[in-house]
């Protein structure tokens, strides 16, 4: 198959970890109908990913076009040195690109051109190959990440490879990879933990109040510490940029707070919208003018059902959906994001069939 | 009507300031039979209320057994005043209880024993009496709030109103109240607000990697500024020592990411997951053993509908639902929380219809 502008990605593709991440790329290549070897330290995972359709263990002696490396932050450079030193083109699927290329440069000067890091931005809290999917990748970014020496065939594959996962190449240098990801990734989850933190041995009375808010802002602190930990480790110089910067806003923010600038506490406010409306909308282009729809759900078995049903039979899409999943609430409130100039006619339609509506 | 344990509640129940929450109080009470009196500076919004069913103007010289008053956080003790002289036991819903209190001492000190303030947990993004509903309150703590001067039958009144509204009334002196408020609420918002304003003037591209955990903690930062820059105000003294907490914690963290300290790094990740897990579950109860279903779904008109009418039919109850709504992706990843027992048939019976379920 022909994977789209630049170099063919004919494979075969060895995934070497069939974790989560490799286990998906794995089956994405073979949805495109590409040969793919796998391996894995853990024979169990290797067994699981294989009975899952996602390829073939790698045939003693091997050499593929590309190997993709989908092991732990503190595995990758190993694995990927032993993989070029098999040949062919290497990419790793890592969170940070800068430190395992320093690795590589000590452990394989010379193998560095067919070397191209890349970075699908596919996480998720879960992990193993029982949770891979082909579809994670679709319509994601995939940061590509070339080094000075790397081959630009070797990037123009790896880039084949993020097209034919069904994801959007987005080329960037490794180091500037990694400064992105402490901004879009890794600060935002520290905070989130730092927000997180302060709610432990709290008194019971006091988080009896918790409402969606303090949900949304602590989920991600749930993830996996010992993962984080890796990661964060990884970036420091990044991370640590960026959380200086986060202090000097701190410092700031609490000036204004206890000095009765409220202009000062209104400005930091106002930068956070911004922030908000930063974060690119639906596809990477401008943001269309959606609307919500509120819809009252009783907590009740086929509730949700029903209302998803009548919208269907009313042919309004649903652009994106939120529930308010406070737990507290034996009626949920459902917000529906539909295109503005259909959300009237929405609102209509559902009060016809009884559905308590807010606006 | 009898308004459970305590004192009866039994009207006229007059709500001054007919926005989101005092409309919604209004259309709670009038659920209950009560008469309910309404007056607001705005005639749009007294007229809109009206309209809605949510009471009536109040008339010439009216004194009802219960006043509420839903006005912006400024203007609370001026009304909570004018209410107390006029007659009658007076709450307000306002997020901030100690800075009202102190004003109305200053007041109106011979008038203060018919005074309770309360807050329901039931804010929102959204405003004005068309966002209104009875049901908001459902099941959501409602903190009553009274002081030491305030008379018990007056404490019992505004507990009968929550419950009416069908919220839990949970029972915490003002400063409680602040300081509980400043954790759950108030902190998490702000640290929203700065991981927000970091991605202010941030480049396209490395806005472009954004995922869904950055969206998840900065949604809050996108309320509005003039309406918060109100609340902190008014609890600038709980904001600031907690604040003070947080920067000790931050520079820790960046001690601990700076000197290599993964350790140090780990603890405060660990902390992080255990302030995740203090929330509250269901109802306050303890938290029932869920199991999530992950269901693949494509971004066309109709295909939620299709999964929540095939998880209708096969009968399971839906506890808690996450779409994973980063709007980049045109195959949506829905997370189905369901009770740990039904998980594994659920599973089947949605991948016998041909559902792609990742577990």
């Given at each position: 198959m022909t994977a789209g502008p630049g170099t063919d990605l004919t494979g075969p593709v060895h995934v070497v970890g069939t974790g989560l991440l490799g286990t998906s790329v794995a089956l994405a290549a073979r949805r495109a109908g590409l040969e793919v070897w796998l391996s894995d330290a853990s024979p169990e995972h290797l067994r699981t990913a294989s009975g899952l359709g996602a390829g073939t263990p790698v045939p003693e002696g091997g050499v593929a076009q590309l190997t993709v490396v989908a092991v732990p932050p503190a595995a990758i450079a190993g694995a990927v040195a032993e993989a070029l030193r098999r040949g062919g083109v290497v990419t790793d699927v890592g969170s940070v690109k800068g430190q395992p290329l320093e690795q590589l440069a000590g452990l394989v000067p010379e193998l560095l051109a067919a070397y191209v890091g890349s970075h699908p931005m596919a996480g998720s809290e879960r992990s193993g190959p029982?949770?891979?999917?082909?579809?994670?990748?679709?319509?994601r970014p995939w940061a590509v990440t070339p080094h000075a020496s790397s081959a630009p065939e070797a990037t123009a594959l790896v880039e084949a490879l993020a097209r034919v996962c069904g994801a959007e190449p987005v080329r960037l240098s490794p180091h500037d990879h990694d400064r992105a990801v402490a901004r879009v990734s890794h600060v935002p989850h520290l905070l989130a933990v730092l927000t997180a933190g302060r709610l432990a041995g709290a008194s019971t009375d006091h988080l009896a109040l918790s409402g969606q808010g303090v949900r949304d802002v602590t989920r991600v602190a749930a993830s996996d510490p010992a993962l984080w930990r890796q990661i964060l480790g990884a970036n420091r110089v990044a991370v640590a940029e960026l959380l200086i910067d986060v202090q000097g806003d701190l410092g700031r923010l609490l000036e204004a707070v206890t000095g009765g600038d409220d202009d000062g506490v209104g400005e930091i406010l106002a930068r956070g919208v911004a922030g908000t409306e930063a974060i690119p909308g639906k596809h990477g282009g401008p943001v269309l003018p959606m609307a919500s729809v509120y819809v009252a759900v009783p907590d009740h078995p086929g509730e949700l059902a029903r209302l998803f049903a009548d919208v269907g039979e009313i042919g309004v899409n649903i652009e994106d959906l939120y529930i308010d999943?406070?737990?507290?609430?034996?009626v949920g409130l459902v917000e529906l994001v539909v295109r503005d100039d259909a959300a009237e006619s929405l609102r209509t339609a559902l009060a016809a069939r009884s559905w308590t509506i807010h606006r």
């Open positions: 029982l949770a891979a999917s082909a579809a994670i990748f679709d319509g999943h406070d737990p507290a609430r034996p």
